[in-house]
């Protein structure tokens, strides 16, 4: 795979994709770099999963771990994009990295929120 075909393969991606009505802010931000990072590898074939992935979990100022998830389905969906032009892509499979989850809400029932209410009234400064 050619770099000139990878990175008119990704402009054909976001403009189809954007003219669907997608947004594409992150795509349009991250894809870049996936391509730089592809043709920066001595590819003398498709694109495979394994580098996807490598890809995804590189190490940045920016973000932690909880973006290694979302840069990968990114990703993958340009991947299976490319597999309709080159077969041989490899698309990894949904799972390969752990989602982060969020904890779960605490819910105060009324009687504590009122509690709290007054707790808060009863510590602002006199004549407040």
């Known amino acids: 795979m050619t770099a000139d075909f990878l ?3 990704l402009v054909a991606y ?3 994709r954007e003219a ?3 947004h594409m802010r992150a795509a349009t931000l991250l894809l870049p770099e996936f ?3 592809m043709q920066a590898q001595p590819l003398t074939g498709p694109i ?3 580098l996807a992935l490598e890809w995804a979990g ?3 100022a920016r973000r ?3 973006g290694e998830a979302p840069r990968l389905s990114i990703a993958r969906r340009v991947l299976a994009y ?3 032009a080159a077969p041989d892509t490899a698309v990894p499979a949904r799972g390969r990295l752990p989602t982060p989850r969020r904890s779960t809400p605490s819910l105060l029932t009324p009687m504590q929120l009122t509690a709290r209410f007054e707790a808060a009234r009863a510590r602002r400064p006199r004549g407040s």
């Open 14 to 16: 976001l403009s189809r």
């Open 58 to 60: 590189q190490a940045s």
């Open 64 to 66: 932690g771990a909880r």
């Open 82 to 84: 490319l597999q309709a």
């Open 7 to 9: 990175a008119a393969q």
């Open 48 to 50: 495979r999963a394994h």
């Open 35 to 37: 391509v730089a990072c």
């Open 20 to 22: 669907l009505g997608f």
